[in-house]
């Protein structure tokens, strides 16, 4: 152990799966390279990026986010999903787990993080909690962790709404890069 530092507990899988989930509205899937557009789409519009870089992404950015997105599922066995509408197959945003490495304070590093960022046609309508749900229930049941953390921007209300219906409380303030960060925590439930 260097510097007392506790080593990572990475989540693990206890089953695999993940490959599609359905709510009532939307339909969860991975990702490919055929979402490339949409998702870089998605990540360049000032208002999507507001509370969570400040900075919209360029194409080489979103491209990079996608192949980590993939990397995920392809390492750990989690990952994040493409969110679309149920009916139409209209593209909506993306919500799923990750492992981030983040060089923060303080380190979540030994757990899940749960990310959701959805279009702005499609805020305001419950979606972001509905999918949410549908990705903690799958966690519950697969990964070993204990518990999810979320970051959330103290001043993104919505989000921290979401959170706070799926179960996260505030475990305490951080920073990330230099700004404020909200860190929330959701225990799993006793099976």
């Known amino acids: 152990m260097k510097g007392g530092r506790k080593p990572a507990l990475s989540a693990r899988v206890a089953e695999p799966g993940g490959s599609e989930l ?3 509205r939307t339909r969860m899937r991975r990702h490919t390279v055929a979402d490339f557009e949409q998702s870089a789409e998605l990540w360049s519009d000032p208002e999507v990026v507001r509370y969570i870089s400040g900075k919209p992404s360029t194409r080489a950015e979103s491209w990079s986010r996608l192949l980590r997105y993939i990397g ?4 750990l066995s989690y990952g994040y999903w493409v969110v679309e509408d ?3 197959g209209q593209f909506l945003g993306e919500v799923g787990l990750a492992d981030y490495k983040r060089d923060m304070t303080p380190s979540i590093e030994q757990w899940p993080e749960i990310g959701w960022v959805l279009a702005p046609h499609a805020q305001g309508r419950g979606l972001a909690t509905e999918a949410v749900a549908a990705a903690l229930a799958w966690s519950d049941r697969t990964l070993t962790a204990d518990r999810t953390m979320c970051l959330v921007d103290p001043d993104h209300a919505p989000s921290i709404g979401v959170a706070a219906k799926n179960g996260f409380v505030e475990r305490c303030s951080g920073e990330l890069g230099g700004s404020p960060v ?6 799993k439930p006793a099976t």
């Open 182 to 187: 909200l860190i929330m925590e959701r225990l």
């Open 22 to 24: 359905l709510t009532d």
């Open 86 to 88: 149920r009916l139409t």
């Open 72 to 75: 995920h599922w392809q390492a």
